[in-house]
């Protein structure tokens, strides 16, 4: 069974926008604020790579390749985690993942940049 569920990736070109969400319908509200959260990506032959942190507290970690760019955002009322990514570059094309706590079941969201 899916634990999270990402949705929001999708085809643009460079220098455009996208807004991932992750949403956590399985996990108990108190057990979802104290969870720190990430976002990871995945590209064809690579391995997987956090790209985004964030903590209980809304302390926030970014991978080098992002920062600036990307912005990890928790909404602890809806359940629901989000990276807003600006200014994509070709590769950031990867399946982006998220993880709240230990949970971290999910199909991904395709994120396609085309250049």
């Known amino acids: 069974q899916m634990e999270v569920v990402e949705s929001g990736g999708g085809l643009v070109q460079a220098g455009g926008s996208l807004r991932l969400s992750c949403a956590a319908p399985r996990i108990i509200s108190s057990v979802f604020w104290s969870s720190p959260m990430g976002w990871y990506r995945q590209a064809p032959g690579l391995q997987r790579e956090l790209v985004a942190s964030i903590t209980s507290d809304g302390r926030t970690e970014y991978a080098d390749s992002v920062n600036g760019r990307f912005t990890i955002i928790r909404d602890n009322a809806k359940k629901r985690m989000y990276l807003q990514m600006n200014n994509l570059k070709s590769e950031d094309t990867a399946v982006y993942y998220c993880?709240?706590?230990?949970?971290?079941r999910g199909q991904g969201t395709q994120v396609t940049v085309s250049s």
């Open positions: 993880a709240i706590g230990n949970y971290n």
